[in-house]
């Protein structure tokens, strides 16, 4: 069983930047996959990145290549995402996953484990 909790949501302006970070507690595998996704107001649910955690490959989204990192840390069970460049479309509850022998990074149904999210918001 893993927990995630994530933090460092807000408001911000356009162009500007906001860190988030997951602190994950229980097994973490060396073999899991980290994500986060966003969600904003009447839309699906949307992948933005990934990071194996084992090697620390990641994946990104078309829409937030260049803008967004993903980051980890082992020794602490942290996982971030740092924003620049922020934009209204990004806008959205950002939530932080965790699943285990992943196959499509980029799909949420493969993530067994869910936080609770974080809001984000971008003002023009």
């Known amino acids: 069983q893993v927990l995630l909790v994530e933090s460092g949501g807000g408001l911000v302006q356009a162009g500007g930047s906001l860190r988030l970070s997951c602190a994950a507690s229980g097994r973490t595998d060396r073999s899991y996959v980290m994500g986060w996704f966003r969600q904003a107001a009447g839309k699906e649910r949307e992948f933005v990145g990934a990071?194996?955690?084992?090697?620390?490959?990641?994946l990104y989204a078309d829409s937030v290549v260049g803008r967004f990192t993903i980051s980890r840390d082992k020794s602490k069970n942290t996982m971030d995402l740092q924003m620049n460049s922020l934009k209204p479309e990004d806008t959205a509850v950002y939530y932080c996953?965790?699943?285990?022998?992943?196959?499509?990074?980029?799909?949420?149904?493969?993530?067994?484990?869910w936080g609770q999210g974080t809001q984000v918001t971008v003002s023009s």
């Open positions: 996953a965790a699943g285990i022998n992943i196959v499509s990074m980029t799909s949420p149904l493969e993530y067994n484990y």
């Open positions: 990071i194996r955690w084992a090697f620390g490959n990641t």
